[in-house]
Every structure is written in structure tokens, then in C-alpha cells.
């Protein structure tokens, strides 16, 4: 989509890319909701998996729905995966959605509206609303979000020095991301949402907002906790936006 270019939501076609990594068991419930989406609207779109190194049944767990094509990435990186989704797909908006994330009904058609609306706009993003975590939990993460959200305004129109994505829920230009030379193979995993959220910015407006939320797997959470999650997450954004390096450079598989 170029900049300044003014589209009516049916005109525009989106292509989703779904990294996965032995996601053999929650990669259904993400498919099903995005074809569900696609459904629901008037525009045009596809459905890549990327079999990221798998080693369980998620490549044909992912060709057992009709229209949903699947691209092999054999080195393991998120970064790497979206990439290969990218560089497989058509569409002029490239969503990217984990393949343990579950679209809420609507969720495209807000994704139409908001591009439809802002020629300028090339990134699109919401927080995650995570499953199998406790109320207090709920709250921390809120508040987390809060907190970042209130950076991403700082960053974006305080000290123009970036902006905020939340990786496994946004959207974005085809146009602007090869401007920008795609993804980044330095982020494996942490930080390369914020990657190319600093590198979108420079060449148009990226967006996040409480109205594009997604459900996600709240594993990583019960994992790790949420306040070591949070703080390792806090120091990659701010070290990625600062220094164009993520802070921690390996990355635990929870499954």
C-alpha cells in the first residue's frame, strides 16, 4: 500500500503469517479464527503457516485446512520465520498472528477500517488479553501495558524515536516493509517486534492501540512469572529502541 494512497476497505487483500514451532496442539484454534475472519469481510486474503523447525505434526496439522498454504523455514528464528511468510505472500497488508493467538470476531474488520481511514498508516497493533491466568495476573498484565503504552506515546511523538508493536498481533504495509528491507535475522526473538516498529517509523505512521487486542496462550507467563517476563520484555524494548540490539539474545521453547 503506498503512501498517501486513500482505499476502501474492500479493496484492500491481506495476507496472515503464522510462525510456528511444534504448535501442533493450539495451531488449530488460531486457524480456524482467521478463517473465520476472512470470512466475515469483503476483502481478499491468504493464509501462510510457516513450519519453523518443527518437529511434531504442525506442518500437517496446518495443510488439514482447506486454503491455508504452508512454507518451510528449516533455521529456527521468529525473525527468520516472518521473513519466509513474507516473502511467500501477496497481499498488500501482511498480518502476523503467533499460532497461539485467537482472533476475537471483528478484529479484521477494525484492521480494514483503520487502514482505510489513514493513508499514511503502516503498522497496526493491539495487546494481548492472555487465557489461563488468574485475575491478579489480568491486572499486572494491564498494567504492564499501561506502563508501555505510555512510552510508545513518548517514543513516537515526544522523541520521534520509534514506536511499538506487539509481536504475534499486528499489521503491516507489504510496501512499507520492503522499504525498510523486512525483517531484521540480529532479533531471534526478543525485540524484533520493536525492530521493526523504530524502522517502520521512519517512513510512516505506526500505530498501537487497546482496540486491536488478541487472545494468547498465557504459558510463557505461568512459565516464567509475570514480573521476570515483564522486566525481560521492558529491557528489550527499551535496549531495541536506544541501542537497535535486543537485550537478551536467547530465548526459551514453552510448549
Known amino acids: 500500500m503506498r503512501d498517501g494512497e486513500a482505499l476502501e476497505p474492500k479493496d484492500i487483500s491481506i495476507s496472515f503469517v503464522v510462525p510456528a514451532f511444534n504448535e501442533e496442539r493450539l495451531l488449530p484454534a488460531t486457524l480456524t479464527a482467521i478463517l473465520a475472519e476472512l470470512r466475515g469481510v469483503g476483502c481478499a486474503g491468504e493464509v501462510i503457516v510457516v513450519d ?18 504452508v512454507v518451510d523455514e528449516p533455521v529456527k528464528s521468529l525473525a527468520r520465520a516472518r521473513q519466509a511468510g513474507f516473502t511467500a505472500a501477496s497481499g498488500r497488508l501482511i498480518a502476523n498472528i503467533d499460532a497461539d493467538t485467537v482472533l476475537p470476531e471483528g478484529w479484521l474488520d477494525r484492521v480494514l477500517a483503520e487502514f482505510a481511514a489513514n493513508p499514511r498508516l503502516v503498522a497496526l497493533s493491539g495487546p494481548y488479553v492472555y487465557s489461563g491466568i488468574s485475575r491478579t495476573g ?34 503491516v504495509s507489504r510496501d512499507a516493509l520492503a522499504r525498510i528491507g523486512g525483517y ?72
Open 184 to 255: 531484521s535475522s540480529d532479533f531471534a526473538f526478543y525485540g524484533e517486534d520493536t525492530d521493526v516498529a523504530c524502522r517502520l517509523a521512519a517512513v510512516g505512521d505506526v500505530k498501537f492501540t487497546f482496540r486491536q487486542w488478541a487472545h494468547s496462550s498465557g504459558r510463557r507467563l505461568a512459565k516464567e512469572g509475570i514480573v521476570r517476563m515483564g522486566l525481560r520484555y521492558a529491557l528489550n524494548f527499551m535496549w531495541t529502541t536506544f541501542f537497535r540490539r535486543p537485550f537478551t539474545q536467547t530465548s526459551q521453547d514453552i510448549r
Open 52 to 69: 519453523n523447525a518443527s518437529t511434531d505434526a504442525t506442518a500437517a496439522v496446518a495443510r488439514s485446512f482447506v486454503g491455508v498454504r
Open 138 to 171: 489480568a491486572l499486572a498484565v494491564r498494567g504492564f501495558y499501561v506502563i508501555g503504552y505510555g512510552f510508545y506515546v513518548l517514543n513516537r511523538f515526544v522523541f520521534r524515536v520509534g514506536s511499538m508493536l506487539q509481536g504475534g498481533n499486528f499489521i
